[in-house]
């Protein structure tokens, strides 16, 4: 259980808009101080976090075989596995594991 929530099933097929209606986060400080260092699981409404980050992904995954349902899945894991407030470069390297994809770079 994380963030007092029962994990995410993250099946093959999940989507990005299951994840963020899964953990419900709403931001109440646009652009405050240490939002850069934090991914945000949940967060859709002004900006949607996990969909930048799949975008991210998407643009480096021409280099491995992984399909985007793949990529969205490891995202959905690595909200279940850290804790919020979810460090970015802990976060960065669960995808890495996951899909081989190094974003802190």
Known sequence: MRDGKAELICREGVTVNEI???WKYKD????GAGDD????????????ELEYILGRLVKYKGNFKISEKE???ALCE???ELESP????D??????RKTGID???
């Open 103 to 105: 974003l802190n770079s």
């Open 78 to 80: 690595c909200c279940n």
């Open 37 to 48: 260092d934090l991914v945000s699981c949940g967060q859709k409404d002004t900006y949607n």
């Open 91 to 96: 976060f960065y390297r669960c995808l890495k």
């Open 28 to 31: 109440k400080k646009p652009g």
């Open 20 to 22: 963020n209606n899964h």
């Open 71 to 73: 990529l969205i899945k």
């Open 86 to 89: 979810r460090d970015r470069t």
